[in-house]
């Protein structure tokens, strides 16, 4: 079974920066993506950032420039961080991993206010 386990949510300002760290363990195979969604009150989840095993990081085009996907292989973690961070961008959170399945993280606030 594999878990994952996100931290590094809270409340933040309008501009201001939060970083995330996601950490997965268990029985872990080859990890094809690893990275991180979002769902707004009402919502759809949405991709954020993704890297993938081919070294690519996928981002959100309302993201880039702010948000910055890395990744510690030898931890089996993943990291966002997020910069000028909007109103608008107040959503849980959550971790997500392909590998011989697909998991999820249980979800972490980030509440920006204006």
């Known amino acids: 079974q594999v878990v994952l386990v996100e931290s590094g949510g809270g409340l933040v300002q309008a501009g201001g920066s939060l970083r995330l760290s996601c950490s997965a363990s268990?029985?872990?195979?080859?990890?094809?993506?690893m990275g991180w969604y979002r769902q707004a009150p009402g919502k759809q989840r949405e991709l954020v950032a993704v890297h993938t095993s081919g070294g690519d990081t996928n981002y959100a085009d309302s993201v880039k420039g702010r948000f910055t996907d890395s990744r510690d292989n030898a931890k089996n973690t993943v990291y966002l961080q997020m910069n000028s961070l909007k109103p608008e961008e107040t959503a849980v959170y959550y971790c997500?991993?392909?590998?011989?399945?697909?998991?999820w993280g249980q979800g972490t606030q980030v509440t920006v206010s204006s």
């Open positions: 997500h991993m392909r590998s011989d399945g697909v998991y």
């Open positions: 268990g029985r872990i195979f080859s990890i094809n993506a």
